[in-house]
């Protein structure tokens, strides 16, 4: 099995913490340089500088903030001038918790900005040299909530579900051309975006975290709440050659909590 990404070059988005950290860590594990994208340059920094690289690694990182697309795309646009991108993992921090309809009609806004929007803008930027390659990965990191909504992630849910049908439409267009689009679905990964909810809900059930942490895990069949380098090694996976048919999928990394097919 062919999961060797020796000379390929991956566009991590959010990639100082959580999933997109242990992501980066996976790919460069597998041979791929890295160009890491988030807001904070001295946490772009930290994380460049361990990532594992031998001498056919170059990391990087650009500044970006997905609030501003227009600046994405500017910076992106520069870098694009004397590098290629072979593989894109679209990864962004999900909406606030709460009920749909008491969102406010920005929160909507800001959130398809912020996902679909930016997501668009990367996609249209390393397709060109994919294209011109004959192969490429794009894998976004959604949420299980695109197979089943989550209760108390109205934004989120709405949101998750037009990134995953924009993916699997870009699935069809982009195979022709050797380029992959899939959709990797965390839930129950331990990261700062789950201990947010897990701290929300048990300000809302009047629980402690421990309570709550044991009501999710009660819910899950692996009898585990998982980790951000379980996601990171499905993601890892897709963006090999050995996924090379594996197309326009939904792929839920959730030890097995998500009823639905």
């Not at 982009?174 to 947010?196: E, K």
């Amino acid at each position: 099995m062919n999961i060797d990404l020796t000379g390929k070059r991956a566009l991590v988005c959010g990639s100082t913490q959580g999933i997109g950290r242990a992501t980066a860590m996976e790919l460069a594990l597998l041979g791929a340089s890295i160009t890491l994208v988030a807001r904070s340059e001295d946490k772009l920094q930290n994380v460049v500088s361990h990532l594992p690289a031998d001498d056919t690694e170059s990391h990087h990182y650009l500044v970006a903030d997905f609030t501003q697309p227009e600046r994405l795309k500017s910076e992106l646009d520069k870098y694009l001038l004397d590098h290629s991108i072979d593989i894109l993992i679209n990864n962004t921090g999900g909406p606030a918790a709460g009920q749909a309809i008491d969102a406010d009609i920005a929160e909507f806004r800001e959130a398809f900005s912020q996902h679909l929007i930016c997501n668009q803008i990367l996609v249209q930027a390393v397709v060109p040299g994919m294209k011109e390659a004959g192969w490429g990965r794009i894998i976004n990191v959604i949420s299980t909530s695109v197979k089943a909504p989550l209760k108390g992630l109205g934004v989120s849910n709405t949101i998750r579900a037009a990134v995953a049908n924009w993916a699997k439409t870009l699935s069809f267009e982009l195979a022709p051309f050797g380029i992959t689009v899939n959709n990797v679905l965390p839930s129950t990964a331990m990261t700062g975006r789950l201990q947010s909810l897990i701290k929300s809900r048990a300000d809302k059930e009047e629980k402690t975290l421990e309570q709550v942490e044991k009501d999710i895990i009660a819910e899950i069949p692996a009898g585990k709440i998982g980790t951000a380098e379980d996601v990171a090694a499905a993601i890892a996976f897709l963006a090999t050659p050995a996924a090379d048919y594996i197309n326009g999928i939904n792929l839920p990394v959730d030890g097995g909590k998500t009823a639905s097919l």
